[in-house]
């Protein structure tokens, strides 16, 4: 009886001691893979650093390509800047027209470079508040196309010219001085173009109405040498 009682006692002292050895191996185990992903995260970090060193290396290279791209950028615009530019020798400039016309009833005045301005005071060209020519003032314009007849190449501009004095008789009409210059610049217009010839697009017409007088004084006389209409003849 005894013996069965060692026996048993032996094995349950077997039973733990073999319990215990297992139990340190499960703990040399847990032991081992934690030294082993210890490792492996320490590797992922120092893998990590060294790509984080090597975007810094390629980005300073990057940053100074482009700097260098800069500079060789600013150094060409600089070069196109000094280098010298061939310029065409000018062509000159075409003389103005000279027309040659003589009228008792025009005044002829020589403009320079800009052409020649004829002057045409209105109570020959136009009765009062009309915008119609009258015929003394088409027998003046008809002298004057045929004197352009001769040459097709000129440019023409026309003012018309008004006192300062309100429009009364024909306001119905005219609202203002200008409108009323604008209408007798026109006129003068198709006289022109149909007596000599010329193209439309070869004239122009502005009505400047009281605002560019000859004479600022304000006597009867002043205010008519004001009312005209002026031919520019040019080129």
């Given amino acids: 009886m005894k013996c069965v009682k060692f026996f048993a006692g032996t ?12 139990k340190e191996e499960l703990l040399q185990e847990k032991d081992r893979i934690i030294t082993e992903r210890s490792a492996e995260n320490d590797a992922l970090k120092r893998q990590l650093r060294d790509s984080a060193a090597t975007h810094l290396v390629m980005q300073k290279q990057v940053d100074a390509q482009r700097a260098e791209m800069e500079d060789l950028q600013a150094v060409t615009a600089a ?18 027209r000279k027309f040659e016309f ?23 060209m136009f009765a009062s508040g009309s915008a119609e020519v009258t015929p003394a003032g088409q027998k003046i314009l ?23 004095t309100p429009i009364k008789k024909s306001a119905a009409k005219w609202k203002t001085n200008e409108a009323l210059s604008l209408a007798r610049a026109e006129s003068v217009k198709a006289c022109l173009v149909k007596a000599a010839g010329l193209g439309a697009d ?16 304000k006597t009867e006389e002043a205010r008519a040498r004001n009312r005209r209409v002026e031919i520019l003849i040019g080129r």
Avoid: F, W, Y
């Fill in 11 to 22: 094995l349950a002292g077997l039973a733990l001691l073999a319990g215990c050895s297992n």
């Fill in 79 to 96: 070069a196109k800047v000094a280098a010298p530019v061939e310029v065409a020798p000018a062509k000159p400039a075409p003389k103005a």
């Fill in 102 to 124: 003589k009228d008792k009833d025009v005044e002829v005045v020589a403009k320079g470079d800009e052409g020649t301005l004829l002057r045409m005071n209105s109570k020959d």
């Fill in 142 to 164: 008809a002298r004057v196309a045929k004197a352009l007849a001769s040459d097709k190449d000129c440019r023409i501009a026309i003012e018309g010219h008004t006192d300062d």
């Fill in 202 to 217: 070869q004239v122009t017409c502005t009505g400047l109405g009281e605002t560019k007088p000859l004479s600022k004084a």
